[in-house]
């Protein structure tokens, strides 16, 4: 579908109330209405209309009348699209298998606008300081699940993408020229994997392979992540690669059965 739209048949008051879901993060699981407006540029009249809906709705709570918070209830939202993914429910036997031979953690992703977005992991070890699990968004310049996934697309998406995301240093390690992200994602395509080392967080090294339907199209990404203090970058090419190869083939092969 086009991403372009008709100012006319633009619902402002949808995006409004998508944005103020949005807002709500580990950093600020409670907000004020006053926070809320602030958060997401409107009046306070604006937020307390959109909150109250919510509210109505099942989809924020309040205990008190002045902090609101999300409730259960937004996992729906995103559940529809999970259960939607068969290869995200055959993938985790798989991942779980692959994480207990190489004992690391290992995850799939899939491509949302400039994010990476988690639909499977299988923790062993805590090596970031945000919680990662199923939903969690990370920038996709920064890790190599998304330069995977950046991969799988044309040149000119791929330029068009990063010029609009406007990299930012999230550690001395992170590339953000814009060139320089191309010339890394070419050669992945080229490799078949991604090493980021350090990039996002300092101490996090990881690699990642593409997955591929039956069409050859790259529909998701597999990593493998591990504390840069335990696991050198030989270790994750001499070590850990093969496994991830070996990972990726029989989860495309359950895949192309479908």
């Known amino acids: 579908m086009d991403s372009t739209i008709k100012k006319s048949d633009f619902v402002q008051s949808l995006e409004k109330g998508l944005k103020v879901i949005s807002t709500f993060d580990s950093d600020n699981p409670k907000m004020t209405l006053t926070e809320v407006a602030k ?7 604006n937020a307390r209309r959109i909150l109250l809906t919510l509210q109505y709705l099942g989809f924020v ?102 010029k609009e995301m406007k990299p930012q240093q999230l550690t001395p390690n992170t590339i953000i020229d814009i060139d320089q992200l ?5 050669l992945v395509r080229e490799r078949g994997w991604a090493l980021a ?27 493998i992540s591990g504390h840069a203090s335990r696991v050198s970058k030989d270790e994750m090419l001499e070590k850990f690669l093969p496994h991830l190869k070996s990972t990726v083939v029989q989860i495309e092969n359950a895949i192309h059965k479908l």
Do not use: H, W
Not at 39 to 45: E, K, M, Q, S
Not at 100 to 127: F, G, K, P
Not at 137 to 160: F, H
Not at 182 to 186: G, S
């Open 197 to 223: 080392d350090q990039e996002l967080e300092i101490g996090v090294r990881s690699i990642a392979c593409p997955v591929k339907d039956k069409n050859g199209l790259t529909i998701s990404a597999l990593n």
């Open 61 to 162: 709570q309040t205990e008190d009348g002045k902090q609101f918070s999300l409730s259960p209830k937004v996992l729906s939202l995103g559940y529809s699209y999970l259960s939607a993914l068969p290869f995200q429910e055959l993938a985790k036997p798989y991942l779980k298998a692959l994480a207990e031979e190489v004992n690391e953690s290992c995850s799939m992703s899939v491509l949302d606008a400039n994010d990476i977005v988690y639909v499977a992991r299988v923790q062993t070890n805590r090596i970031m300081t945000i919680s990662l699990g199923v939903g969690t968004r990370l920038p996709v310049y920064a890790t190599s699940m998304g330069r995977v996934l950046l991969a799988g697309l044309p040149d000119e998406e791929v330029q068009k993408l990063l």
């Open 182 to 186: 191309i010339k890394r994602i070419q």
């Open 39 to 45: 958060r997401v540029d409107l009046t306070r009249a």
